[in-house]
């Protein structure tokens, strides 16, 4: 039975309803997992009052601000987790951003800038998040991240993030060599396309979940609770045997050659 009762998790990435982030807290809360929530603090607070007023169900015992560019800000997460919780158990990576220019057009006029700010958040918040959750899974852990189709296959208007993600899913088997020692697990999740405030970036998004219904084997897209459902097993003793991996929940479209 997949239970995380006991189990102190942090999870990261919450914008809205629609968040796939905010699919796994609701399924880890329902395998009785004790959250903590992060959210990306702006100068109006308007971010921090909608990611409170959406997990207030879930009754996080940590809400705290922290933003991934910011170093102290992730110093005073983790010290907040060890001064609070004492221990760290999941780790819940769900941080992607570039701006919007960069995801179409030509690939080879992405901006240095704008390459940078993409790895940055994307893909080094992984490694850095992971760094600073290491001291605090003294009992094993997970670690668990996001990816996409386009870290593997050239994706129309996604351009600087499919080579983010790419980075991002080697740093996952890095990681993964690196903490699997102290019995912690690292693994991604590459979710097939689902509408969040995320994708809306991606030019063409419906098309593409359309193209999914229409040519997926199982003739539809995935929910956030779908993934969230994978994220609580891959949380789990029942993964205990599973690191450095990326499972696909996408309803079987990464098998398909046309």
Not at 81 to 96: M, N, P
Not at 231 to 241: K, N, P
Request: net charge negative; with cysteine.
């Amino acid at each position: 039975m997949l239970d995380l009762t006991g189990k102190n998790a942090l999870v990261t990435g919450i914008a809205n309803n629609r968040s796939i982030a905010w699919g796994i807290a609701q399924q880890l809360h329902k395998a009785g997992a004790n959250l903590g929530i992060t959210y990306l603090p702006d100068e109006r607070g308007k971010m921090e009052k909608k990611v409170a007023d959406l997990v207030e169900p879930l009754n996080p015992s940590l809400f705290l601000p922290c933003d991934v560019q910011n170093d102290e800000q992730i110093q005073s997460t983790f010290e907040t987790i060890r001064s609070q919780w004492g221990k760290l158990d999941i780790l819940i990576h769900c941080l992607a951003f570039a701006n919007k220019d960069d995801l179409s057009g030509d690939f080879s006029q992405t901006s240095r800038a704008g390459f940078n700010t993409a790895l940055q958040v994307s893909t080094y918040s992984l490694v850095q998040l992971s760094g600073a959750a290491k001291p605090l899974m003294t009992e094993g852990g997970s670690i668990l991240t996001l990816s996409y189709l386009g870290s593997v296959r050239a994706v129309p208007n996604y351009n600087v993030m499919g080579v983010a993600k790419a980075g991002l899913e080697a740093s996952v088997r890095y990681l993964a060599t690196e903490l699997g020692p102290q019995n912690i697990r690292v693994n991604a999740i590459s979710a097939g396309p689902i509408r969040t405030l995320a994708s809306s970036a991606v030019g063409g998004i419906l098309d593409m979940i359309h193209h999914v219904e229409q040519v997926a084997p199982l003739r539809r897209t995935v929910t956030q609770v779908e993934v969230g459902n994978t994220a609580a097993f891959l949380c789990s003793d029942l993964s205990s045997g599973i690191t450095g991996q990326v499972i696909y929940v996408d309803a079987g479209y990464e098998i398909m050659g046309m």
